[in-house]
């Protein structure tokens, strides 16, 4: 059975406080998004800067209310689950926020920080949180005596540690890991993202990875959501997805991978032209003032997300 799957989800938020509904303008950050993550696997969510991925991400989660459109835990509709039903739900699902700094109250300690959702669901006496908070430290790998400093104590990967023992300590099992690695030093992340693959192994975790970062993605994701101004443009398993690309969008971003060999020929596929408005979105194709490739059928008429062969979905009249 699919873990967690989305239909038709929407999220529009307001650009105005206009009364007559002729003038109300909206921001479409999420436009009806259709996908799907099975049990133990992790879906890579990729795109550029503003394209919606953080926004899905918490609407996955029903951090923030949808617009229009369902999400469905093991088959059941949690979109229409009211706040307490909802609040019992939140033990199976958290989140790894982007700062590790701002994810934590620089007034609590770390033991405090590990224990809040614990406390928050009523799991165990003050003991067995104790030793519960320990024992994860221990498979994030801090040490127990760091158990009464303070987030300041602490470098940047240290504390994205501390964030990710807080939602684990309650045994979820699913996590949106919102870009858990872009605000760390390089030489950290590949540190954090191995004790990510080696948690989901041994947790049993289902992970829906957003990041802007593609050689990160194709490291930790088994399938890959490419994302652009609010919709997928391409969806694929990450070996067909890499190997062959089929969105002019895509090939942008696989271009601009770094490559460890400074004799490779570059070949950057360069995008011309600005990112239309999110409020004000083009009749056509929304990438269709940025593409190489665009033919006049692009502006008129919106490219539907269709199958190309194999499960491997574009959304592209090319």
């Known amino acids: ?19 007559l509904k002729k003038n109300r303008a909206f921001v479409k950050a999420v436009d009806d998004i259709s996908l799907s993550i099975d049990p133990g696997e992790t879906l890579g969510l990729v795109g550029e800067s503003g394209c919606g991925k953080s926004t899905f991400g918490r609407l996955a989660l029903r951090l923030i209310e949808p617009s229009a459109g369902s999400i469905l835990y093991r088959g059941e509709d949690i979109s229409q689950y009211d706040p307490e039903k909802m609040r019992n739900m939140r033990r199976l699902m958290q989140i790894i926020f982007q700062d590790p700094y701002g994810a934590l109250n620089p007034r609590m300690t770390v033991k405090e920080a590990i224990a809040a959702p614990l406390e928050a669901f009523k799991i165990g006496d003050k003991k067995e949180r104790e030793d519960r908070v320990k024992k994860i430290m221990d498979r994030v790998g801090l ?14 990967g240290q504390r994205q540690r501390i964030v990710i023992a807080r939602a684990l300590v309650v045994n979820p099992q699913f996590i949106v890991c919102d870009e858990p690695v872009s605000a760390l030093d390089v030489s950290v992340r590949s540190q954090v993202i191995n004790l990510m693959r080696l948690l989901q192994r041994d947790f049993d975790l289902t992970y829906l990875f957003i990041s802007h970062d593609l050689s990160v993605i194709k490291h930790m994701s088994s399938r890959v959501a490419v994302m652009y101004l609010g919709r997928i443009v391409e969806y694929a398993d990450k070996d067909e997805l890499f190997e062959h690309t089929l969105h002019p969008y895509t090939q942008a971003l696989m271009s601009a991978i770094p490559v460890p060999d400074a004799e490779a ?6 995008l011309r032209g600005e990112m239309p408005s999110p409020i004000h979105l083009p009749p056509g194709c929304r990438f269709e003032g940025r593409c190489p490739r665009k ?3 692009c502006a008129e008429e919106e490219p ?10 574009a959304a592209c009249h090319l």
């Open 265 to 270: 020929p570059l070949k950057p596929v360069l």
């Open 304 to 313: 539907a997300l269709k199958d190309r062969g194999g499960g491997h979905l």
């Open 143 to 156: 040490r127990q005596d760091q158990i009464y400093r303070f987030p300041h104590e602490f470098s940047g």
């Open 1 to 19: 059975m699919t873990l967690l799957e989305t239909r038709n989800l929407k999220k529009y938020f307001p650009a105005n406080r206009a009364v």
């Open 295 to 297: 033919i006049p059928r």
